[in-house]
């Protein structure tokens, strides 16, 4: 049962009705604590309602662009938690914009109502990077510990659960293409990490038990290079497609031309992104600065993933040789 001093805790999170959002109030909601999601729509947050008690979880209107509004959000808060992000750019959504600007306003509030902060960043964040996403990144966190010393980084690596937009994206191209391609070969190296990971790491962080100023790499158990998670889809969705290496020139080619779909596959960007291993640094391992250094078992994809890819088989569920 929740502490009193729980239920009197105020936590406001900035992107909460997201894919990693859900994961985040979720694990908030099952701390005890109170939670107002600050989003710029709150009529498309209702659905995170039901996963608290009522009264637990309300949704308010703050938009990062808009200082004010991010000072109504965090007003009377006792924590809070920045989890917006984009992984394109699109219209008014800019990297620079949301990810860097976004997360000082974010940080300058946080510390003028005198609420401790966790940020949500990425692994490969980098201030030298030739991905415009990571370098956003790296600014973002500079600007946060700028105006906030004390505030959590948290880098979780490529994040995922039934709503992500890396298995699902896969798994839809393997159902339409008869070959999956593989950037440069599919060598770079990822760490998925469970969404309901990084939600019980940043629950721990509100419990106080991270130390201030710190910056966490947050990675699952294991480290696969592409191609093997490309094939772990196929596994999965029980689907025989040839993976085909793609020289990241080429790929880059092509980005260039669906960048400007509705919903990309895939950008330049991202091709740049690829280019790089995705995993916890040996620093954070030494220091304990891990999921498994804050007394986390990390879930795997083996364990995850297929309870939601079943969707992908021919007859879904009802596939004679599903789990």
């Known amino acids: 049962m929740a502490s ?30 109170r939670i107002r999601v600050a989003v710029r729509r709150p009529d498309l947050a209702f659905h995170l309602k039901p996963l608290g008690r009522v009264g637990q979880i309300h949704a308010v209107q703050a938009n990062l662009r808009y200082p004010d509004s991010v000072t109504a959000a965090v007003h009377d808060a006792d924590y809070v938690v920045n989890l917006v992000g984009i992984l394109f750019e699109h219209g008014r959504q800019r990297f620079d914009a949301v990810m860097a600007d976004g997360a000082e306003a974010v940080a300058r509030a946080a510390g003028a109502a005198g609420a401790p902060l966790v940020h949500i960043s ?20 500079r ?12 880098r979780p690596s490529i994040v995922f659960g039934p709503e992500d937009d890396f298995f699902n994206r896969f798994a839809a191209l393997a159902r339409m293409s008869p070959v999956l391609p593989l950037p440069g070969g599919g060598h770079s190296r990822m760490q998925p990490v469970f969404a309901g990971d990084v939600g019980a790491a940043i629950a721990k962080a509100v419990d106080g038990e991270l130390k201030p100023g710190a910056v966490y790499e947050l990675g699952g158990p294991d480290v696969r290079p592409f191609k093997e998670l490309m094939q772990f889809v196929l596994d999965t969705t029980q689907r025989r497609r040839l993976l085909l290496p793609v020289p990241f020139g080429l790929l880059k080619l092509q980005a260039t031309l ?4 509705p919903k990309p596959p895939i950008t330049p960007d991202q091709v740049e992104l690829l280019k790089n ?12 600065r891990t999921l498994e250094g ?20 021919k007859t879904g569920q009802f596939n004679a040789h599903a789990a």
């Open 4 to 33: 009193k001093q729980k239920l009197e805790t105020l936590v406001t999170v900035f992107g909460g009705s997201g894919f990693l959002g859900r994961h985040v109030v979720r694990a908030l909601a099952n701390e005890g604590y």
């Open 122 to 141: 990425a692994l490969g964040a980098d201030a030298e990077a030739t991905s415009h996403y990571a370098r956003a990144k790296a600014e973002g966190e």
């Open 143 to 154: 600007r946060v510990l700028a105006a906030l010393g004390s505030a959590i980084i948290m």
């Open 258 to 261: 669906l960048q400007y779909l």
């Open 277 to 288: 291993d995705n995993v916890v640094s040996d620093d954070a391992k030494r220091d304990g």
């Open 294 to 313: 804050l007394g986390i078992r990390p879930e795997s994809i083996e364990a995850i993933v297929p309870t939601y890819l079943w969707r992908f088989r």
